[in-house]
Every structure is written in C-alpha cells, then in structure tokens.
C-alpha cells in the first residue's frame, strides 16, 4: 500500500489523468441524458441548439487554451523565483501543492471535455443540447473563477515569508502526526527494554537497490522478523540516498538464517527522490539553504536568515524529546526492529553550521542562533540541554569577549545568559565572559 501511495505521490500526471476520465465521463453522460429527454419540459425551457452549443465548445477550446498557456508559464516563473531565489530543493513544494496541480487539471479536464462535445453534437445536429450547454456555461465561469483565485494563489506562493510560514506548519504538523503515532501504537516505544539494550547486531545486510529510502511496510517486516527470530536496527534514516552495496540494516540471527530477498524487497520501499510524507528534516534543511542563501554577498538578506532561523528553532522545540530512536516490537512484547534517528548533536550541527559560518561576523546572526538554541533548550532533557550549551559555546569560540565592543556584547551577553540560566550553566556563562 506504501508503494502505491508513493508512486501516486511522485506522479503529477495521475491528476491530469482523473481530471480528463472525469470530464469525459460528464460529456458522454450529459450527451445521453440530452438525448433521452428531447421531449420534456426541461428541454423546451432551455432550447439550446446545436449550432450555439458548438459555439460555446469552440469558445471554451480557445479560452483554456490561453489559460492553461499562461498558468504553465506562471507555474515556470515561480519555480524559477524558487530555485533561484529560495533553493532548489524548493521545486518539489509548489508542484507537489494541491492548487496548482487541480487547477491546471481542471483546465485539461474542460478542454477534453469541449472536444468531445464537439464531437458528439457534430453527428447529431437534430438534438436539443441543454444539459450539456448549461453545464459547459457554468465549468466555464467556474474555471474564470479559479483563474483569478490561482492569480492571487501564485503572487502569495512566491512571498518568502509566507513559504517559509508554509514550510514551518507542514513539519510542525508532521511531527504531532509523528508523536500521536508513537503514543497511539502500543509497540512502538522511544526507549529499549533494559533486557534488550544488549544486543549486539553482528551481521551486516547490503543495500540491493540504489536510491533514496523512503519508508518501510512495519506490519510485514516485524511479522517476517518474529517467524525467524531476528532482530535488526536500520542504519539508514528515511530520506536518505543509499546505494547499492552499503549498508542498509545490521542483524542478529541464527547463524544459518538468510533472508529472503522478495520479502525484503516488498518491505523496504526506495525512490528516485525523496518525498515530503515521512519526515520533518527536509522542511528544516530548506529553510537552512534559504537562510544560508539569504546570507550571501549577491542577496544580503539578514532580516531571511534570522526569520528562518527563528522558525528551525520553533521546529525543534516542537520535536525536542521525540528524537530518539523507535523501536518496534511483535505481539508477544519481544523488541524486534530499531530505526536510529540522527543523533542530537549532528542535528544541531548539520542545520546550524553553515549559517554560522556565513553569519559568524554578524552579531545579530550569532545573537539569533543562541535565541533559537534557548528556545528549544526550554522543553528539552538533560543531554539535550548539554548538547545546547555546547553547541552555543562553539558557536561563540571566536568572540572575544575582552575586548568586543560594550554593544556588541550586549548583543550576545543577554542571549548566551539566557541560555545559561535554562541550560543551568550559570558558572560556565561567567567564566566564558570573565566575570
């Protein structure tokens, strides 16, 4: 099922595809109920004849032709606007949106729809069409009506501000998706048994497929683990490119035990690029690459890169004591699959280094990302507080705090104390400043 909705995913086309079997379905059905009801009252009201229905098609024809014209180039605009302005890993969002993708859908659906009309009033010019001339009426003032709303929908889309706001729910929304999941399923625990944490996973199993990891059928997997007595811990986290040979997931079996690789095949599920349905990470590494090329000497956009990562630390908090490993286990409470998630501290690190090594001469950049780290440091655990501080301490190594500027040291003095109070590094923070 996991497959299928991944290959649905990744194909535009399939929309297209609904749109145009929906709208042929409505000119083949509006076309015999015509023709059933020559003689009704409903007819005679509305006596709409061959000749104005094919004027209305032939209208309709050329008018969503020009529309869909100008949305595809408005579409190609703003994914310009987006690679080159935002990132490229931008593109995905706005084709993968619901309204661009219907609306343009919809516009093919009516042109498929007037063809056919046409064709079908051509050889049959003694029918009173008024069923399918009031329904061509009002899917053409429909799609008038879309067109000025895709319009405004477009000139908001390429506002950074607003995909940013756009960016930050759809990862807050996938991670309480994440932690409801985690609190609803009875088998699947962020902390290993104590029993269990001695495992040793000796046996490697080698990627047999290269591509991106996307998700796993857990159902199947655990049930196929439990039949052999194996347990595995993935190595690799979702999203992530894997190629062929590497390590995938390391084991702990009967020494005689293979796998069968059909099985293994229908479980793990790869891609050839990666999808927005299973993490928050790539929402936050893009609004890293937007901070970081908001940063550049060609941009110069500060007031970007301290939004986005305000926003990234939001996020964190957000997720702050969900990140840990999962850990799954069969009906009998045996602890059978382990997926690692990207240790605290790399997390930190891969999100933040960049913006500070391109902001690191910007007081107000270094000042903004202790305010981030503070932020996430308020609802997060002992060693998630540890890593904070120590990632504020090497974020600030090169300040001088001896020698800076009153100003400029006010500018950091009140974000690094902060942190320290919620970190509890009081002692610390004043040997870092001297005092």
Known sequence: MKKILNFIDNKYYLKFIFYIIIFSCFSIGFFYIDKANQNSDFTKIFSFSQDFLSTILVMIIGSIITVITVTFSTIMVVLTLYSGQFSPRTLNDFMQRKVPLNILGYFIGIAVYAILGLSLSASNTDIIFSSMTLFSMIIFLVGIILFAYYIHY??????????????????????????????????????????????EYDKDYHSKKTGYFLDIELEKLINYLKENDVYVTVVKPYNEHVFEDDILFKYKSKSNFKFDEEIL?????????????????????????????????????PVTAMNCIDQIGYVFMKLSDSHYSLYYKDEEGKERLVIKTMNFDNLLYDHFYQINLYGKTDLKITSRLIRALTRIASDSNIEMKKSLWDFAKYIIKDIDFKNIHKFDFNEINYELKELALVTKNAEDYKNIIGK
Request: some cysteine.
């Open 154 to 199: 477009v000139s908001k889309s390429v506002q950074i501000n607003i995909y940013i706001d756009k960016l930050v729910k759809d990862a807050v929304d996938e991670i309480n998706t994440y932690q409801k999941t985690i609190s609803e399923d009875s088998f699947v625990y962020l902390n290993s048994d104590e029993d269990q944490e001695d495992i």
């Open 265 to 301: 095949d229908s479980c793990f599920i790869f891609g050839e690029e990666p999808t927005n349905r299973n993490t928050y990470s790539n929402k936050t590494m893009k609004l890293v690459e937007i901070a970081v090329r908001a940063l550049s000497p060609g941009i110069n956009d």
